[in-house]
């Protein structure tokens, strides 16, 4: 077990010029066979590693991660982190995502950094008003902390934010969620591998699945890069490349893979301290600790597996931002990227059993993955030490696609989530 | 006093001063200078301070390489933030302030954070603040951090110009191998665009008295020419930011301060990648100090303004084209002492430099030049897919497989030797192959060696010291990523240019790897800081999201409409009238009494033509189309294949052959799209053809019980006596000569008709419609009077009623569901376990006890079971309803609960609501007045 | 309820002034028929009577002509009223579109630079089709001889392109 | 920005393209039962190959329909058909 941080820790080790620190997490090679296998050490991986030998006991467990762990969209999204949603569904999920997250840097001792600084969705007209307070009503009978905000109290809250009333999108309002915020992407990874790892995980990086180990029609592991490994139970975590592992295992899946792109800029003094989304200018940001403007918006149109940004959804996102806030004309672009996302045809995610026995799914989640990671990884774990769905997992079964019951955000309120 | 300006060099106005204040002290500079370049000659070293720990800064290159001197720059009443001083122009006027300094860069407060940096290691805050809460912490942590203020007005003219272009051949680098390559392919007769990021082409080339036997400058004006005459075009002050897909090179050119940039898309068939090199540092102790500077920086800083970096100069610069450059600089007056870096090494005083010691020896200075070898610019190579391979003798990563449209040449290619430079830029850009180098290049960067004696510093603006990355490898955080991420290596405004490779070095070298085997982080666009400006151009105010405009508008505004944005177009809302209120109900009572002209020219005038036609609009529509005989409309739902209403609207038949769609507004462009994409996949397209109509054929709308009445003074030609022109009938007539069509349709519940007319007589019609009306008491129709309107009759408007969930069952629309035979769009999905689960909504009337308000839109429905409240269904539309005198509401509601005469219970932001569930439509149920 | 009619200029439609700098000349030209003929393209320049139709960079010459808007669509410029409907013996349809679109011509030495702001295009790139994406508006787009261009845009769209075509030509130095 | 083929216009850049769908599906004959797994498949489960794939685009000005072979990593074109059958 790693020696616990603390600030005393960090005092006694800047005294000692900080030799005393020991690795986050080991770097072991794989053994033979595990319980459970989970492919992809991203945030949900990681996360469903920890859980399964934090809640179940199971502490043979492996993360096989392709690259660096947490290199995929866990490195890559814009740190939001919120429960604004409108079917029981969805606000179960994410809203137990958020419980954990509001636990998280004591639990795992590790500060995630979680700001909880809450975040404005923003209406432009009286039609975006009606659905805003529709979403407001829902998500307080589902129990979740929601405002509807006139335009004064939005000005108030981000005066940053385009006032004027002949704006081509004049804000209305603005539907208020405060406990929702930001977190330290990175370290919701790190933390949550050093805390498997304490709990004897083997998190093993540079390991690429090549292939399943399938005995009469049943998945008995993997082989990898660096050789096979038996599991009793395999667990997909590899939002964006889901199909591929799908083509290789012999299942299908109704996901579609998109570019989404992410922009930060340089680091200013503090402007805005609350997350905006605007679905008229199709483009939302906040302001990092360091100072950067984190910034995103919609998908790119054309479907791809290349991680790069594409030039008109760049021009689409950022002109709609500066149109949003434009003071921040004069501001500088730093750097932009993207990460290849999962698109289901409800834009909610899969949680359960593949169609391939002993191999599930933890997929989908479509932009908002990174949120979901305490909840993705606490339910993916449940699903893989028992065989069986969490209640709040169920409705998110593959199943769902042949009865019609689809969880579509978009569908209820214009507003895709 | 250091630095200062060195007689008769350079490329600057030495008659044109500009003066400028920087940190509230006056300063002089000449035409040509940047801000950096302008300071220097004054003496002035420290420039500004670090992201962390607020140790003073001084500039440590020439150009976009240089990661500290970052001021806030006012000029004419508008300031810019985070301006990299090396890379701005000056200008005469200028108010220059350092950033993250208070009072100001010499004396910064904050400085004090220095004393506790030991306690404040990489990736401290990952480690602390956890306990009570982080975000106890957060607001200060953020004060402290972020570079500069951002000034919350707008600059007013501050628009940046947007265009596409396209070239055979495009050059990166104006430097000589840039130029030799653009002059070599120009005569070749292709289209060539040289770009140079400079106001001046000339690169390291101006650093040398002579190229290829003839004086530089001559060489210089002597190439541009020949380029220029063979057709080339240059564009200065313009820097390629980014690759992008399919061979697309973003560029940005600066247009001044204050002024938006331009941002050209170029389409290069090919590019020759000639960006030079840069310095690598030497990674020592203190070597963050100001006067610590890039050996090439200081040549650049000579060359260009005539500014020699200081007056007694150490240099490690342990590579083999280090000697002239020394020799240059010497040659302008300093004096250069050569140390070689075989020990450990430290600098030597604080904000003014004392010496460097090196072992056990000591050699007084005032400046320390260093190189550790040069560092080829390949960010649009890596843009662009380009793999880099690592030449141990050089010490560097250069070009390895790479895309076939890219090439690297001169310092970008690692080929540092001018001759050689210029042999292979000429042959390269007439895609010749690259010839042998004759000179050798060898470069041999000291081993960083961790000590406690000092700290050595790898990220200048970010803070990171050898001893960061000593903790990162210690802790596992080995993988390039995470050392990056976990120490901020990197991640300053200069996107690691200089620290990337130190850092990779150093932690090589403490974990006894290589550095290739160690990795390279990937270089994102965009190579230089942009303004977010450059992105928008002219997708600003009303140009972001333009809306369709009535050919009628200037009549309605004569009218005194109010006009509101409706399904992407302006349209009148309602006419005059003290309040809107007012105005609707006296629209509406008006309607009721008299007759309304409402302009409809956005509804949806979709045809569809050809022998296939019919069995065409059959399958498109959820309701059985075939069976409609020419003259006659029916009302019908086209539905997604998941079964969901996508749209209402009615369709006419003209002929056999010949269909009307009439969708909603808002709707035209993307039902065209379907039908277009459904003609063209499992349809023969020669049958059938899709025309959209709708801007040929403006509407009038004439709607209430004097409808006929005025329709007859109109002379359209058609006889309109109920029993000849029933409710759901179209006519074809004729309005001042022109074609007229006419369709008895209703969204009021009244008696109207919808008049289609062509552009050239639509103000005729509603200018005749409303003088005639007049007599009537009839007049003017808004869009919000319609919606209440048809709401008492319970009919839906799509989207507002309807939701991406509602199938028309929903909507009491049933019988093609069960009993239409065709196949039609959605069908299936309408059977799926969801279509027909028990508890799905149904479209239902709402009205309130007597006395009460009109309910909220958007309340919800909800049943109280013992987990609290639970959703059951929502309101979509409510109004105080003129004609009835009571509010109305339509709602969606769990058809277990919607029994007529039920009572529900109604949440609406915290607030209680009861209501009784009635059917949906509320007035005239019969519909006599519809079919009067 | 909002009222917005001060939010958004007045439209003049196509009541205007031509639009004149060194750099473009823009002006408003008013044709006497637009006709839409779907069909096998034979039979659509049959009934059209033209010999084709232009697409890019070909120009269209004179006031009577055609241009190419799709593999089995043209637009006809002016020439003969046809009727509006089915044409079974020629297998066309046909649709009057006078009134549909508004009809641009846009001149002056930089007037190929303003066109460049608002698409990718380039004088040799050989398209069939007239139309293309402009700044996000349907356009069509075809050479009308040496250094002018016509452009046809919905006509309900003509007011916001009219004013971005001014707003780029700004941007010409 | 991409550039995309048009089978009759030539090439464009991405900005007047539409994806549709991954092309080789055919609506099922809706008159007749199907089971609810092979609808789901029909109307949602899709190859999303890594690689080489073909898929149906829309070029939005001429309203072609056409079928294009790309490489979804690579971002590059290799073939294009028209969706109907070609007339002059």
Redesign the interface.
């Known amino acids: 077990m790693t020696k616990s941080y603390s600030g005393l820790r960090i005092l006694r080790e800047g005294l000692r010029n900080h030799k005393g620190w020991g690795a986050a997490w080991r770097s072991p090679n794989p053994g033979p066979e595990y319980d459970v296998i989970i492919i992809g050490g991203g945030g949900h991986g990681l996360a469903t590693a920890y859980y399964l030998a934090r809640t179940h006991g199971v502490s043979r467990v492996a993360v096989l991660e392709k690259g660096w762990l947490g290199g995929g969209n866990t490195g890559r999204n814009t740190t939001a982190i919120r429960s604004n949603y409108y079917y029981p569904e969805s606000a179960a999920l994410y809203d137990l995502s958020l419980k954990l997250y509001e636990g998280l840097s004591r639990e795992l001792n590790y500060n995630v950094m979680l700001s909880q600084r809450g975040m404005l969705v923003l209406s432009h007209s009286e039609p975006e008003m009606e659905l805003a307070a529709r979403v407001v009503n829902a998500m307080q009978i589902n129990g979740i902390d929601a405002e509807l905000l006139d335009a004064k109290e939005v000005k108030r809250r981000a005066p940053l934010l385009n006032a004027r009333a002949d704006a081509r999108f004049p804000i209305h309002g603005a539907i208020w969620q405060g406990r929702a915020g930001t977190a330290r992407h990175d370290a919701v990874a790190w933390g949550y591998a050093r805390g498997a790892d304490a709990l004897g995980v083997d998190i093993i990086q540079n390991c690429e699945v090549t292939g399943f180990l399938m005995e009469a029609g049943v998945c008995k592991g993997v082989e990898t890069s660096r050789g096979r490994i038996r599991a009793g139970r395999v667990g997909a975590a590899v939002a964006g490349h889901s199909s591929v592992l799908a083509d290789m295992a012999g299942y299908r899946l109704p996901i579609q893979s998109y570019a989404l792109q992410a922009f930060v800029s340089e680091p200013i003094k503090p402007v805005i301290d609350t997350i905006a989304f605007s679905p008229s200018y199709g483009a939302y940001f906040s302001q990092s600790d360091k100072g950067g403007l984190v910034i995103g918006g919609g998908l790119d149109r054309v479907p791809s597996y290349g991680q790069r940004g594409n030039q008109p959804m760049q021009e689409a996102v950022l002109s709609g931002l500066v149109e949003l806030a434009p003071a921040l004309a004069k501001v500088k672009l730093l750097r932009h990227w993207a990460g290849i996302v999962d698109v289901t045809p409800d834009s909610s995610p899969i949680i359960g059993p593949s169609g391939v026995e002993g191999i599930y799914l933890n997929c989908g989640w479509g932009t908002g993955g990174f949120k979901a990671i305490p909840a993705g990884g606490y339910l993916f774990a449940h699903l893989l030490a028992t065989g069986q769905h969490h209640q709040i997992g169920r409705p998110f079964d593959l199943g769902r696609f042949q009865t019609g019951r689809l969880i579509d955000e978009g569908a209820a309120s214009g507003i895709e989530h | 006093m250091t630095g200062f300006r060195a007689p008769a060099r350079g490329l600057i106005d030495r008659n044109r001063i500009l003066s400028f204040r920087f940190d509230g002290r006056a300063y002089y500079g000449c035409a040509g200078d940047t801000v950096v370049s302008a300071l220097l000659a004054n003496g002035v070293r420290v420039m500004g301070r670090s992201f962390k720990y607020h140790r003073p800064r001084g500039a440590w290159s020439s150009w976009f390489d240089d990661p500290n001197a970052v001021f806030a720059i006012r000029l004419n009443g508008h300031e810019l933030p985070n301006c990299p001083g090396a890379t701005t122009e000056l200008q005469d006027g200028m108010e220059v302030r350092s950033v993250n300094a208070f009072p100001s860069a010499r004396f910064d407060l904050k400085s004090a954070l220095d004393l506790g940096h030991r306690f404040l290691p990489a990736g401290f805050y990952y480690k602390t603040f956890m306990w009570p809460d982080w975000h106890l912490f957060e607001p200060t942590i953020r004060r402290m951090a972020g570079l500069g203020k951002l000034e919350m007005s707008e600059i007013d003219g501050y628009v940046s110009d947007q265009t596409h272009d396209a070239c055979d051949l495009l050059v990166v680098g104006g430097g000589p191998s840039g130029i030799a390559a653009a002059r070599a392919a120009a005569e070749r007769g292709m289209s060539v665009v040289l770009v140079e990021d400079h106001d001046a082409l000339g690169g390291s080339g101006l650093q040398v008295a002579r190229i290829e036997d003839r004086d530089m400058a001559v060489w210089m004006r002597e190439q541009i020419a020949a380029f220029q005459a063979a057709g080339g075009q240059i564009l200065s002050r313009t820097t390629a930011f980014g690759v992008y897909d399919h061979q697309l090179v973003a560029l940005i050119q600066q247009r001044g301060f204050g002024r938006g940039p331009r941002l050209i898309r170029m389409r290069a068939q090919r590019c020759v990648l000639a960006a030079g090199a840069l310095d690598r540092p030497v990674t020592f102790g203190n070597n963050d100090r100001p006067g610590v500077m890039s050996l090439a920086g200081a040549c650049d800083l000579l060359a260009r303004y005539g500014v020699l970096a200081g007056q007694r100069i150490a240099v490690m610069a342990p590579h083999s084209q280090a000697a002239a450059q020394i020799e240059m600089l010497r040659d302008a007056g300093a004096t250069m002492t050569e140390v070689a870096p075989d020990g450990p090494a430290r600098a030597l005083g604080g904000k003014r430099l004392r010496g460097l010691r090196v072992g056990d020896q000591t050699y007084g200075c005032d400046t320390i030049l260093t190189s550790a070898g040069m560092m080829p610019v390949l960010h649009l190579w890596r843009h662009a897919g380009g793999k880099l391979s690592w030449d141990s003798t050089a010490s560097a990563f250069v070009p390895a497989s790479g895309p076939d449209w890219m090439t690297a040449v001169g310092g970008a290619n690692g080929t540092f030797d001018l001759a050689d430079a210029l042999i292979e830029a000429r042959a390269v850009a007439v895609g010749d192959d690259r010839p042998k180098r004759l000179c050798a290049y060898q470069a041999h960067p000291p081993e960083v060696v961790l000590t406690d004696k000092s700290r050595q510093w790898v990220d200048f603006q970010n803070d990171v010291t050898v001893k960061d990355i000593e903790i990162a490898a210690r802790e596992n955080y080995v993988s390039v990523e995470h050392l990056k991420r976990y120490t901020t290596l990197g991640m300053a405004t200069d996107q690691g240019k200089t620290s990337n490779i130190p850092g990779l070095s150093t932690m090589a070298s403490l974990r006894g790897k290589s550095i290739p085997e160690t990795g390279t982080t990937t270089f994102r666009p965009p190579f230089v800081p942009v303004p977010l400006e450059l992105y928008r151009g002219a997708h600003r105010g009303q140009q972001f999201h333009p809306l369709k405009r009535l050919c009628l508008e200037h009549r309605h505004r004569a009218a005194g409409a109010a006009l509101g944005e409706y399904g992407g177009w302006l349209r009148p809302g309602w006419y005059g009238g003290d309040t809107p209120q007012d105005a609707i109900q006296r629209e509406i009572a008006m309607v009721r009494h008299s007759a309304g002209v409402m302009d409809a020219s956005p509804l949806g005038k979709i045809e569809v033509m050809g022998p296939d036609a019919e069995q065409f609009v059959n399958f498109i529509y959820y309701n059985t189309i075939a069976t409609l005989k020419p003259g006659f409309i029916r009302y019908g739902f086209m539905l997604t294949e998941g079964g969901i209403v996508y749209d209402d609207g009615v369709i006419a038949r003209i002929d056999q052959n010949r269909f009307v769609i009439s969708c909603s507004s808002s709707h035209v462009e993307g039902v065209s799209a379907m039908l277009e994409a459904w003609r063209q996949d499992g349809n023969d397209p020669d049958r059938i053809f899709v025309h959209d109509t709708t801007l040929n054929w403006p509407t009038i709308t004439v709607t209430g019980p004097k409808a006929r009445d005025i329709l007859r003074r109109l002379d359209l030609g058609v006889d309109l006596s109920p029993d000849a022109f029933g409710h759901m009938q179209m006519r074809e007539g004729r309005f001042q000569a022109a074609p007229a069509r006419i369709a008895r349709v209703s969204f009021t519940g009244e008696v109207s008709y919808e008049i289609s007319v062509p552009v050239a007589q639509a103000q005729a019609l509603w200018d005749a419609a409303l003088e005639v009306g007049a007599e009537h008491g009839a007049g003017p129709l808004g869009l919000e009077a319609v919606s209440v309107m048809r709401a008492e009759k319970g009919y839906v408007i799509i989207g507002k009623d309807t939701d991406g969930e509602t199938m028309p069952h929903d909507l009491g629309f049933s019988i093609p569901r069960l009993k239409k035979k065709a196949a039609f769009v959605g069908d299936r999905a309408l059977h799926t376990e969801n279509a027909t689960r028990p508890d799905r909504r149904r479209f239902v009337g709402l009205k309130v006890p007597d006395g009460d308000p009109m309910l909220p839109v958007s309340a919800h429905i909800v049943t109280r079971g013992q987990g609290g409240p639970s959703s059951c269904g929502y309101v979509s539309s409510s109004y105080l309803s003129p004609t009835l005198g009571h509010p109305i509401a339509l709602a969606h509601l769990d058809q277990t609960q919607a029994t007529e005469g039920t009572e529900v219970e109604l949440l609406h932001l915290g607030q209680t609501r009861r209501a009784i569930v009635t059917a949906p439509c509320f007035f005239d149920p019969k519909g006599e007045r519809l079919h009067a | 309820m909002r009222d917005d009619s001060a939010r958004w200029d007045p439209a003049a439609g196509l009541d205007r002034e031509a639009f004149q700098t060194p750099a473009v000349t823009l002006k408003i030209l008013r044709p006497n028929r637009q006709t839409l003929i779907s069909g096998p393209y034979p039979a659509a320049l049959q009934c059209a009577n033209v010999e084709t139709a232009t697409g890019w960079p070909e120009a269209a010459l004179g006031d009577h002509y055609a241009v190419r808007l799709r593999r089995d669509r043209i637009l006809v410029i002016n020439g003969d009223a046809l009727s509006d409907g089915w044409h079974a013996a020629k297998g066309v349809a046909v649709s009057d579109m006078t009134g549909g679109y508004a009809m641009l011509a846009l001149g002056g030495p930089k007037a190929f630079d303003l066109l460049r702001r608002g698409t990718e295009i380039t004088p040799d790139a050989a398209s069939k089709s007239v139309l293309r994406g402009f700044h996000g508006y349907p356009v069509m787009l075809y050479s009308h001889g040496a250094g002018q261009f016509r452009l046809h845009i919905p006509s309900a769209m003509v007011d916001g392109f009219w004013s971005l075509l001014a707003d780029l030509a700004r941007q010409l130095e | ?3 995309f083929p048009c089978p ?9 393209f ?3 769908a991954e092309a080789g599906k055919r ?5 007749r039962d ?1 089971s ?2 092979d ?3 029909h ?8 690689g080489a794939t073909r ?2 685009w ?1 070029h ?6 056409f079928v294009m072979a790309r490489d ?4 590059t074109v290799l073939d294009v058909e ?3 059958k070609e ?2």
Not at chain 4, 8 to 16: K, Q
Not at chain 4, 27 to 31: A, F, L, M, S
Not at chain 4, 43 to 50: C, M, Q, S, T
Request: proline residues 8%; aromatic residues 8%; hydrophobic residues 40%.
């Open positions: 920005m991409q550039k009759f216009c030539g090439l464009r850049d991405e900005r007047e539409r994806f549709a609506r099922p004959d809706t008159t199907i609810a797994r609808w789901s498949d109307l949602h489960v899709v190859r999303n190959p890594l898929e149906i829309v939005m000005p001429c309203q072609e329909y979804t990593a690579a971002m028209p969706l109907r007339t002059v």
